[in-house]
């Protein structure tokens, strides 16, 4: 079983429309523009398409901010970059990212509800999640975490209704390895990012990392990759950004050893050299 884990690519294009002068569209544009630019490439996502496509794992995860302002544009950028992708015969999950979710904006709003949808594979609305499916011989459990915040906020929260269906669905015998597709880290070594960046109400899906309940928890939002694992490979992993590095995470359940084999690769590189392990924080 070999999964594929990639997360925030952040497309960005100018405001489209005069609402967005007076929100945090602007400020998000003028972040990418003079901050995040520098150091994000675009490109960055086709290499590492074509890199899953030459792979072909069995299952492709992206853990959001496709996008940078949640705007139409910039969606349809994103779904162009990723349509190879999309059209193949690779299981491909997407979960939103805060990004995605930026403003309480009809169109903004309605462009993330048919990307999840497209992306998907058209099997699922926005509004169903969380969800749980069977995939490689995995359970894997995808939720969403994102919604519109205010101009000094990127954080996510864990709805009080969807804690409890995980949690019930957590309770029930495991049969095979059960991973979470999110956007926020819920374990971090060095404490969580502070109230303004992090996933509130983490406490549910952190107990249930932590307890081995749920084997692996797949996230973005931290632009620098890391991995937060046991010697089997359990725990969480951060695929970073792969605009800023260019990495993926490249993950196989080992079946016969009861193991999670995980390394970062260079997406961008001819080598397509695998790190070293040492990303853990």
Not at 176 to 184: N, S
Not at 185 to 201: D, E, F, I, M, Y
């Given at each position: 079983?070999?999964?594929?884990?990639?997360?925030?690519?952040?497309?960005?294009?100018?405001?489209?429309?005069l609402?967005?002068?007076?929100?945090?569209?602007?400020?998000?544009?003028?972040?990418?523009?003079?901050?995040?630019?520098?150091?994000?490439?675009?490109?960055m996502?086709?290499?590492?398409?074509?890199?899953?496509?030459?792979?072909?794992?069995?299952?492709?995860?992206?853990?959001?901010?496709?996008?940078?302002?949640?705007?139409?544009?910039e969606?349809?950028?994103?779904?162009?970059?990723l349509?190879?992708?999309?059209?193949?015969?690779?299981?491909?999950?997407?979960?939103?990212?805060?990004?995605?979710?930026?403003?309480?904006?009809?169109?903004?709003?309605k462009?993330?509800?048919?990307?999840?949808?497209?992306?998907?594979?058209?099997?699922?609305?926005?509004?169903?999640?969380?969800?749980?499916?069977?995939?490689?011989?995995?359970?894997?459990?995808?939720?969403?975490?994102?919604?519109?915040?205010?101009i000094?906020?990127?954080?996510?929260?864990?709805?009080?209704?969807?804690?409890?269906?995980?949690?019930?669905?957590?309770?029930?015998?495991?049969?095979?390895?059960?991973?979470?597709?999110?956007?926020?880290?819920?374990?971090?070594?060095?404490?969580?990012?502070?109230?303004?960046?992090?996933?509130?109400?983490?406490?549910?899906?952190?107990?249930l990392?932590l307890?081995?309940?749920?084997?692996?928890?797949?996230?973005?939002?931290?632009?620098?990759?890391?991995?937060?694992?046991?010697?089997?490979?359990?725990?969480?992993?951060?695929?970073?950004?792969?605009?800023?590095?260019?990495?993926?995470a490249?993950?196989?359940?080992?079946?016969?050893?009861?193991?999670?084999?995980?390394?970062?690769?260079?997406?961008?590189?001819?080598?397509?050299?695998?790190?070293?392990?040492?990303?853990?924080?």
């Amino acid at each position: 079983m070999k999964i594929i884990h990639f997360s925030d690519p952040h497309a960005c294009l100018a405001p489209q429309h005069l609402s967005a002068l007076f929100d945090k569209r602007i400020l998000g544009f003028f972040n990418h523009t003079f901050r995040r630019s520098f150091n994000h490439d675009p490109a960055m996502l086709d290499k590492a398409v074509e890199f899953i496509l030459r792979e072909k794992p069995d299952v492709a995860v992206c853990t959001g901010d496709i996008t940078s302002t949640g705007q139409p544009a910039e969606f349809e950028k994103a779904m162009e970059q990723l349509a190879p992708l999309i059209s193949s015969s690779i299981e491909f999950l997407y979960v939103p990212g805060n990004h995605d979710a930026y403003v309480k904006d009809k169109a903004c709003e309605k462009a993330l509800k048919d990307a999840f949808y497209t992306i998907n594979g058209m099997r699922w609305d926005l509004e169903e999640l969380p969800i749980r499916l069977e995939l490689g011989g995995c359970e894997f459990i995808v939720l969403n975490e994102c919604h519109p915040t205010n101009i000094f906020l990127s954080s996510g929260s864990l709805k009080e209704h969807d804690a409890k269906i995980i949690s019930k669905w957590c309770a029930e015998k495991k049969t095979k390895p059960r991973i979470l597709a999110g956007h926020f880290p819920v374990r971090l070594k060095q404490g969580n990012l502070g109230a303004r960046r992090s996933l509130k109400n983490r406490q549910t899906l952190s107990s249930l990392l932590l307890s081995g309940t749920i084997d692996l928890s797949l996230c973005g939002h931290v632009h620098k990759h890391f991995k937060n694992t046991d010697a089997a490979g359990r725990g969480e992993v951060c695929a970073g950004s792969t605009t800023l590095d260019g990495n993926v995470a490249v993950i196989e359940y080992l079946a016969n050893d009861d193991r999670f084999s995980i390394s970062f690769v260079s997406a961008g590189s001819s080598t397509q050299k695998k790190k070293s392990g040492d990303e853990n924080v």
